[in-house]
């Protein structure tokens, strides 16, 4: 029995090398396949028309006296409101804000010489038209005297929501065609999909090459390119 206990310890190590062995090839196979894999960029592109506009303007007066101030304000506050009525300006189209008042002020002791008043308006509707219309016209505003000042129009859309599948589904299809494309040339073929990295949109001017890693939205102009890019990973066989 003790010549045997050599030789039995000995089994016992050799068969468990062989199932430890057996475990590193399995593990070596499942991680070169999880390698065997190729990873392509995908985009898609589509033409749209934006269908909300947005127009912020403000009108400010300034005097020595908060009350003079005021005064010529709530004159130039009417003048306003009467232009956007006469021009179509619909009730729930916009808003007005209260009015910021600040302290006018000169010297090394910060010297109250005056009052600034400030409203501030803004028009937002689906009439995109009609909003442009309104916007072009406002310079009648300043040939009537009113302190009129406007930011540029602003187009957006309402209905990105409802490409995004769609971009997204052609982007992956053009990534597996560029893949296809690229293994043939080896003799491989495309497999499985393993992973999809999916990066912001950008909304841009058409034909504009403006990128960014956090997404654009272009809102300077009325017709834009919405562009949807994947890196898309696919199994190789």
Same mark, same amino acid.
């Given at each position: 029995?003790?010549?045997?206990?050599?030789?039995?310890?000995?089994?016992?190590?050799?068969? %468990?090398?062989?199932?430890?062995?057996?475990?590193? %090839?399995?593990?070596?196979?499942?991680?070169?396949? /999880?390698?065997?894999?190729?990873?392509? &960029?995908?985009?898609?592109?589509?033409?749209?028309? *934006?269908?909300? =506009?947005? @127009?912020?303007?403000?009108? =400010?007066? /300034? +005097?020595?006296?908060?009350?003079?101030?005021?005064?010529?304000?709530?004159? @130039?506050?009417?003048?306003?409101?009467?232009?956007?009525?006469?021009?179509?300006?619909?009730?729930?189209?916009?808003?007005?804000?209260? %009015?910021?008042?600040?302290?006018?002020?000169? #010297? =090394?002791?910060?010297?109250?010489?005056?009052?600034?008043? &400030?409203? +501030?308006?803004?028009?937002?509707?689906?009439?995109?038209? =009609?909003? $442009?219309?309104?916007?072009?016209?406002?310079? /009648?505003?300043?040939?009537? #005297?009113?302190?009129?000042?406007?930011?540029?129009?602003?187009?957006?859309? &309402?209905?990105?929501? *409802?490409?995004?599948?769609?971009?997204?589904?052609?982007?992956?299809?053009? $990534?597996?065609?560029?893949?296809?494309?690229?293994?043939?040339?080896? #003799? #491989?073929?495309?497999?499985?999909?393993?992973?999809?990295?999916?990066?912001?949109?950008?909304?841009?001017?058409?034909?504009?090459?403006?990128?960014?890693?956090?997404?654009?939205?272009?809102?300077?102009?009325?017709?834009?390119?919405?562009?949807?890019?994947?890196?898309?990973?696919?199994?190789?066989?």
């Amino acid at each position: 029995m003790r010549q045997r206990l050599p030789l039995l310890i000995g089994l016992t190590l050799l068969a %468990i090398a062989i199932v430890v062995g057996s475990y590193e %090839i399995a593990d070596g196979i499942r991680n070169r396949n /999880q390698n065997n894999v190729i990873t392509v &960029t995908g985009s898609a592109k589509q033409d749209i028309v *934006s269908d909300y =506009a947005i @127009w912020d303007f403000s009108v =400010a007066s /300034q +005097s020595a006296s908060a009350a003079e101030a005021a005064k010529a304000l709530e004159t @130039w506050t009417a003048q306003t409101n009467a232009f956007l009525k006469s021009h179509g300006v619909q009730a729930g189209e916009l808003t007005v804000q209260p %009015i910021a008042t600040s302290a006018v002020t000169q #010297g =090394a002791n910060n010297k109250v010489v005056g009052f600034q008043l &400030t409203r +501030s308006f803004e028009v937002r509707s689906g009439r995109v038209g =009609a909003v $442009a219309a309104i916007a072009e016209a406002s310079s /009648q505003l300043l040939k009537d #005297g009113v302190p009129f000042s406007a930011q540029p129009l602003q187009y957006v859309s &309402t209905k990105l929501g *409802s490409i995004r599948a769609g971009l997204l589904a052609r982007a992956v299809r053009d $990534a597996q065609d560029r893949a296809k494309v690229l293994t043939a040339a080896t #003799g #491989g073929k495309v497999g499985a999909l393993r992973g999809v990295d999916v990066s912001p949109f950008q909304v841009t001017s058409p034909n504009s090459t403006e990128v960014s890693d956090y997404g654009v939205y272009d809102t300077s102009t009325l017709r834009k390119e919405v562009t949807a890019v994947v890196n898309v990973t696919f199994a190789l066989s």
